[in-house]
C-alpha cells in the first residue's frame, strides 16, 4: 500500500512541477507584453532609490493616454474610441511615494457610476484583473488584447489603482513609505481619492 501512495503521489507531484513551468512564450512581442505589464515583476517593492528624479518635486498628477497598438478590433473600434488615462498619484502624505492608475471611461455614458478596482492580495497589481478579468481588453492566447464583451467599462467608468504603495507599478523613493498596517494603507488610498 505504501508503495503505491508513494508512486502515486510521486506522478501527482511531477503533474503539479510540470504545470508550475514558465509557458513558452509564442514570440518576442509576447515576452515584451508580458514585461512591460510587469506581470511577473523583479522586486516584491518598488523602492526607486538615487537616481536625478524625485517624486516629491513632480506635479501632483502625472498623467497621459496611452496606445494599444496590438488591440484586435473585429468591429473596426479602436483605443482613440476609448476615453482612458493611465498615471501615477503624488500621495500627499508620504515622502516620495507615487500611487499607480488605469482609468477607463465607460463605452456608454459619461454618467455612469465610478466603481475602484483594488485587487486583493494585498500586494497583487490591478494589471491582472484589467487584462485578464473585467477591464476593456482581455489578453488572448496569441497574447493579443482583444474586446472583453464583459468588461466592466460598459456600465462603468472604472478605476483600477495599484496599493499600497510599492505595488504593481505602484512605487517610492523613500523606505519609510512602504505601509504595514492597514489604517495606513487605507490613509494613502483616501489621499488618492480626494
Known sequence: FLSSLFFLSLSTFSSVVALLRAPELPSLSAEKLIRGLNLFPDRLINVVEGGG?????????????????NLVNPNGVTDDDLGHHAGYYKIEHSHGARMFYFLFESR??????????????????????????????????????????????????????????????SYTSDRRDIRHYEKDISDDLYDFIQ
Open 108 to 169: 456608454n455614458s459619461s454618467s455612469d457610476p465610478v466603481v475602484i478596482w483594488l485587487t486583493g492580495g494585498p500586494g497583487c497589481g490591478s494589471e491582472m484583473a484589467l487584462f485578464y478579468e473585467n477591464g476593456p481588453f482581455t489578453i488572448d492566447d496569441n497574447l493579443s488584447l482583444v474586446w472583453n464583451e464583459y468588461g466592466w467599462d460598459q456600465v462603468s467608468n472604472i478605476l483600477f489603482v495599484d496599493q499600497p504603495i510599492g505595488t504593481g507599478f
Open 53 to 69: 528624479y524625485s517624486a516629491t518635486e513632480a506635479p501632483g498628477i502625472v498623467e497621459r493616454r496611452f496606445k494599444f497598438p
